[in-house]
């Protein structure tokens, strides 16, 4: 009997779940260990920062997939990772033995430092797993502000996620607090707002931007918080009463104490099979790995992996030989600008309106309705 231990649940490990439940292995155990029975969908992340859709709508019931698949859910993260004695040892003090492995556990943020009195409220965007908590905590200070107040929303970021997120979140405090002076800007270190997209593409985001009333400000690099707002590299103040963060993706400080091969940024070095650079039987998928050549930083990716890593952990508990797996070229892209709007972003092509916002929406409810069973009552 092998023992295939899968850590996290990302988007990836959804994938592998329903393979199994589709074909299972009589000679395989499978354990899925991971912070929460819930993971939510990083895709549908800003329609419920928008208000558009509860949190339970944006969730994949990880536990139920389990058990659809046979195996064995432990609501408890791994916290230490042993590749010789091959086990794991989980936040709630229990060790795992496993013969192969797979992580898929995301990434978090590299906060900034904070210096002083009367910082900003931050708002960090990663880890996901706990975003919902974050997020309350920041409408709970909204709204205890006082009438007519005037607040300054700095979103730290300029990529795609970064402008998604401060529409998104701008939207909703806009609702909830409609008596509230809002006031958004973003800052970008790059040049370019979307430096990864075509023209068409940066054009739509700087113009959903002016339409949701925020200021963006490239090459503007932010560094710390301090009291009364930001401190940029460049050692400028820019003032802010609530800071989202964004920017920095790095890997999680629990795997700089394994073996593990990491990158500069502390993501897992993987082979093109997503084998682990010199851990054969060890796999790892999505925003926690170092392909190369380097991949973006997007969900979209370790959905396109999922299938692929099915297969090839299903080839590793067999012992028989891994295939590659090839990035795709050009990925669609479905950014949300708030206001029931989204631009769709594909190479130089990009298009923009409320039509593409519903085209977002059903994707993304198809994706997680895909993982889920229907919905009692």
């Not at 200070?141 to 929303?153: C, K, Y």
């Not at 103040?237 to 964004?246: G, P, T």
């Not at 973006?296 to 992996?305: E, I, L, Q, S, T």
């Amino acid at each position: 009997m092998q023992h295939l231990l899968l850590i996290g649940a990302g988007h990836a490990h959804a994938f592998v779940l329903e393979a199994f439940a589709k074909q299972p292995e009589a000679a395989l155990a499978i354990t899925v260990v991971s912070d929460s029975p819930l993971a939510a969908y990083s895709g549908s992340v800003p329609a419920w920062l928008a208000g558009e859709c509860t949190l339970r709508e944006t969730q994949i019931d990880v536990a139920a997939l389990c058990q659809r698949a046979g195996a064995r859910f432990i609501d408890s993260p791994a916290v230490m990772l042993d590749t010789l004695a091959r086990q794991v040892t989980l936040a709630n003090g229990d060790m795992i033995h496993f013969d192969v492995a797979s992580l898929n556990v995301g990434s978090t943020l590299a906060l900034p430092a904070q210096q002083g009195e009367n910082l900003p409220h931050l708002l960090a965007m990663r880890p996901l797993s706990s975003l919902h908590q974050r997020w309350q905590a920041l409408r709970d200070h909204v709204e205890q502000l006082p009438h007519g107040a005037r607040q300054r929303v700095v979103g730290v970021g300029g990529g795609a996620a970064g402008c998604e997120t401060l529409m998104s979140v701008m939207a909703q405090l806009r609702h909830q607090r409609p008596d509230i002076d809002w006031q958004g800007h973003l800052l970008s270190a790059s040049p370019k707002l979307l430096p990864e997209a075509g023209r068409l593409p940066r054009w739509l985001i700087q113009r959903a931007l002016v339409r949701a009333g925020i200021k963006a400000h490239p090459r503007v690099r932010g560094e710390a918080l301090v009291g009364g707002g930001i401190v940029t590299r460049a050692g400028n103040h820019i003032e802010a009463d609530i800071v989202l963060w964004a920017t920095g993706a790095v890997g999680h400080r629990w795997l700089s104490d394994t073996s593990l091969p990491l990158d500069a940024q502390g993501f897992i070095q993987v082979e093109n099979t997503l084998a682990v650079v010199g851990q054969p039987t060890i796999f790892a998928a999505g925003d926690c790995t170092a392909f190369d050549p380097p991949l973006p930083n997007a969900g979209v990716y370790a959905v396109r992996m999922g299938p692929h890593l099915a297969d090839n952990l299903r080839a590793a508990c067999r012992g028989a030989a891994l295939s590659a797996w090839q990035p795709p070229k050009r990925v669609l892209a479905l950014i949300g600008t708030g206001g029931s709007r989204a631009i769709a972003s594909r190479g130089a092509m990009g298009f923009s309106g409320r039509w593409v916002w519903q085209w977002k929406k059903r994707i993304d409810a198809r994706f997680i309705a895909r993982f889920n069973p229907p919905f009692e009552g």
